[in-house]
């Protein structure tokens, strides 16, 4: 299996990625590059990939210019790489590099398919369970209320406005007939008690539940508490109390 796979902005099919072996490397840029992007922003040599192990590397040649390398799948997970910024590692499967090019955005794709995961059981070890640091049901509706308002962004908008309690009402009513707007703020309460939030999260005034929501989603998504896959929860039947 190879380490990398790049795929360059016009690639139609399989046979115009092209695919690196750890212990080589890629340049990108306009022109004198293994990875040529056409475009009078990118500079003549732009930038360097390198595969090692399960992640890459990634140099920034710009004299000017930040590179942003986003993860499609991340709700806007992303890593930056400042000009002139050597074997930068990034840590994505699946990457997105940003190149911004007199006024223009340009990207291209990375995959990692090496990336490996160990066991994360006991083994056997003795003693008290690790506590964990977040507790969640995902049978119960208080996680329902947690994956409607981060849905948005799961869907590949990371700055998306988030739901409206009435919008929420709405989203959640096929999995939850009873669903009210009540029962909605005080699932938000209790989320932001479960989660440990801070009290000086919350807004003042009528702007309370909008930091409270924000402050959940940020959490949840910056420690992978809820994910793409959890959408499916919000048409399965039977949920049960919070």
């Known amino acids: 299996m190879h380490s990398l796979i790049v795929v360059p902005p016009t690639c139609a099919d399989a046979n115009g990625q092209i695919k690196l072996r750890a212990g080589e490397r890629l340049t990108f840029g306009r022109a004198d590059a293994g990875l040529v992007i056409a475009h009078e922003g990118v500079p003549r040599v732009a930038g360097e990939l390198t595969p090692d192990r399960t992640f890459w590397l990634l140099s920034n040649h710009s004299e000017d210019q930040t590179y942003v390398v986003e993860n499609p799948e991340g709700a806007g997970e ?36 090496r990336h490996a995961f160990r066991s994360v059981s006991r ?14 049901d995902r049978t119960k509706r208080y996680f329902a209320v947690l994956t409607a308002l981060c849905e948005p962004r799961l869907r590949g908008e990371p700055h998306a406005p988030l739901p409206a309690v009435e919008d929420l009402v709405v989203r959640l009513r096929e999995v939850w007939p009873g669903v009210t707007r009540s029962a909605v703020y005080w699932n938000i309460d209790y989320l932001a008690v479960k989660l440990r939030l801070r009290e000086d999260t919350a807004e003042p005034g009528g702007r309370r539940l909008n930091g409270k929501k924000e402050t959940l989603v940020a959490l949840a998504l910056r420690f992978d508490l809820v994910q793409e896959d959890d959408l499916r929860l919000l048409s399965a039947p039977a949920l049960r109390e919070a």
């Open 78 to 113: 992303h890593v930056k790489v400042a000009p002139g910024r050597l074997d930068a590692p990034v840590p994505f499967e699946f990457s997105r590099v940003v190149l911004p090019a007199a006024g223009d955005l340009l990207t291209f794709d990375v995959w990692a398919p």
């Open 123 to 136: 083994h056997g070890l003795a003693g008290a369970l690790t506590a964990p640091a977040f507790s969640l």
